[in-house]
């Protein structure tokens, strides 16, 4: 695992705009599904093995097929195993014009702290 999301509120970094925010806030906005959007874009074999919960799966190859599907929400957030796939789906979405993109530290399920929202 490697941090490519340095600690800081805001960022645009190697053209990625996303905020970083704290594990509490994020657990938040996850709660907040009509406002937020939290996406796994593992395989969905890995997300069929364990996800966070209302997580919806949209592996980062399909990513550019969801184009215009959430410009009605506040923010996007996305996940993957280590922080690779998701730096991919930050770039991605941030090519749809998307920039209120959400991320914890690694964007990575690993480092998730609250087991009670993992669906197992």
Request: hydrophobic letters at 40%.
């Given at each position: 695992?490697?941090?490519?999301?340095?600690?800081?509120k805001s960022?645009m970094?190697?053209?990625?705009i996303y905020t970083?925010?704290?594990?509490?806030?994020?657990?938040s906005?996850?709660?907040?599904t009509?406002?937020?959007v939290?996406?796994?874009?593992?395989?969905?074999?890995?997300?069929?093995f364990?996800?966070v919960?209302?997580?919806?799966?949209?592996?980062?190859?399909?990513?550019?097929?969801?184009e215009?599907?959430?410009?009605?929400?506040?923010?996007?957030?996305?996940?993957?195993?280590?922080?690779?796939?998701?730096?991919?789906?930050?770039?991605?979405?941030?090519s749809?014009?998307y920039?209120?993109?959400y991320i914890w530290?690694?964007g990575?399920?690993?480092?998730?702290?609250?087991?009670?929202?993992?669906?197992i």
């Open positions: 695992m490697f941090n490519f999301f340095m600690p800081r960022r970094c190697r053209n990625m970083l925010l704290p594990f509490d806030k994020i657990r906005m996850i709660l907040d009509n406002s937020y939290l996406i796994d874009v593992r395989t969905k074999s890995e997300y069929d364990m996800h919960i209302n997580a919806i799966n949209i592996p980062v190859a399909k990513l550019r097929m969801c215009n599907e959430y410009r009605n929400k506040k923010g996007i957030i996305v996940y993957c195993s280590s922080g690779q796939r998701s730096k991919e789906a930050i770039m991605i979405l941030n749809m014009g920039s209120n993109i530290q690694y990575a399920i690993t480092n998730f702290p609250y087991k009670d929202m993992i669906v």
